[in-house]
Every structure is written in C-alpha cells, then in structure tokens.
C-alpha cells in the first residue's frame, strides 16, 4: 500500500523559512516523479512544485518561483521542499503526491498533508 | 499561460440524479485532463485521467469524455458517497493554471 507521510510544517513568520518533507513507503520511490500541491483554508487545489523520478528536472509554479526548492533523496525515500522567504499567502495544507507514472504529473496518491501557517 | 476554469461552482443534486461537470481550458489540452474527488479533510482522490479514463478501483458510475478545451465528468445515479468537492486538472504543462477552482456537489 502506498503511504506517503508528510512532516515539518508549523507556524513561522513571514519572511521566515521551513522545510517539508514527506517520507514515501509502498512503491519505488525512485521510479515516479513526486509534485507537492497545496489548498489554502477553504479554498481550491494549486500545484507548487514537481521534481523528475531521478530529480534531475525541477518545476515551480510562478507564485513560489525563486522562494521554493524541491528535491528528492532516493536511497531514503523522502522529499523535500524548502520554503523561503514565507509570506502570508502561502499559508495553506502543503500535500505530497505522486505521479501515476514516471512523469505524467497527474497524481494517484496523496498524503494527509502539513498545515503551514505564515503568521506574525 | 493555461487557465483552467469549472462549471458550475456548486450543483445541487439528489440520490439518484444524473450530473455533469464542465471543465473548460483557455488552450488546447489534448486529453491531458485529470478529475478528482475531494471530501471534507481529506486528500484529493484520483478518478479519471487523460480525459476519459477511469482510475482502478473507481465506480463505473462516474466517466469523462472531451478533448482539446472542453471536458465534462458525468456522474450517473448518484450516490450518498458522491457527495463531495471535483478538481479538474489540467497536465498538458506546468505553466499556468493546473486545476480548476473546483465543483462542490450537494445534496438538494
């Protein structure tokens, strides 16, 4: 069974920064591209960033462009994104998800998500 | 950039009704189309990708038809459980929009 378990989300100011990961079992994680979506409180999905199965490719959405790394460590099954210079509209439930295949970047499985909220 | 905008933004609906979705791109998709269903704290569930396929495991009951900047998710007989949240999303690239603003189906 495909788990995927996100962690490292909290309260930060803005300007602050954090880092998520989410810990992948159930599947080999080495062979799916992985993208994190997140949903702002009450509202709809919006994808933030993909990474390729080998993490060579990397893709952004504008709104984080240049604030947000992805990346992917393989051998131990987990992804990262780390979030820099936060603002308040990036407070959301930040969801790891994985690719129905090696890059097709639609998504067949979904964590429970980590609530990040950029708040003073 | 792609735009991704969903028709209409809330349907009301009973048991047993039929219901369809509208997911309108603002360029051509192909049929690199996604829906999802999403219930109250819960994650997104796939349901149907490129356009018209049904994911394993998924109802017979929900399908999806369209290519190019018009796709609908048809619903048939609805069910207690179908009462949710549906995304569609858009993966033909990642610029832009990539899903809709969503469809929150209730009960009449």
């Known amino acids: 069974e495909v788990q995927l378990l996100e962690s490292g989300g909290g309260l930060v100011q803005p300007g602050g920064s954090l880092r998520l990961s989410c810990a992948a079992s159930?599947?080999?994680?080495?062979?799916?591209?992985m993208s994190w979506v997140r949903q702002a409180p009450g509202k709809g999905l919006q994808w933030v960033s993909a990474?390729?199965?080998?993490?060579?490719?990397?893709y952004y959405a504008g709104p984080v462009k240049g604030r947000v790394t992805i990346s992917r460590d393989n051998p131990k099954d987990t992804l990262y994104l780390q979030m820099d210079s936060l603002r308040a509209e990036d407070t959301a439930l930040y969801y790891c998800?994985?690719?129905?295949?090696?890059?097709?970047?639609?998504?067949?499985?979904w964590g429970q998500g980590t609530l990040v909220i950029v708040s003073s | 950039d792609i735009q991704m905008t969903q028709s209409p933004s809330t349907l009301s609906a009973s048991v047993g009704d039929r219901v369809t979705i509208t997911c309108r791109a603002s360029q051509n998709i192909n049929s690199w189309l996604a829906w999802y269903q999403q219930k109250p704290g819960k994650a997104p569930k796939l349901l149907i990708y490129k356009a018209s396929n049904l994911e394993f495991g998924v109802p017979s009951r929900f399908s999806g038809s369209g290519s190019g900047t018009e796709f609908t998710l048809t619903i048939d007989s609805l069910q207690p459980d179908d009462f949710a949240t549906y995304y569609c999303q858009q993966y033909d690239n990642l610029f832009g929009d990539t899903f809709g603003q969503g469809t929150k189906l209730e009960i009449k």
């Open positions: 159930g599947f080999t994680f080495s062979n799916y591209a």
């Open positions: 990474i390729s199965s080998s993490g060579d490719s990397t």
């Open positions: 998800a994985k690719d129905w295949g090696s890059a097709s970047y639609f998504f067949d499985s």
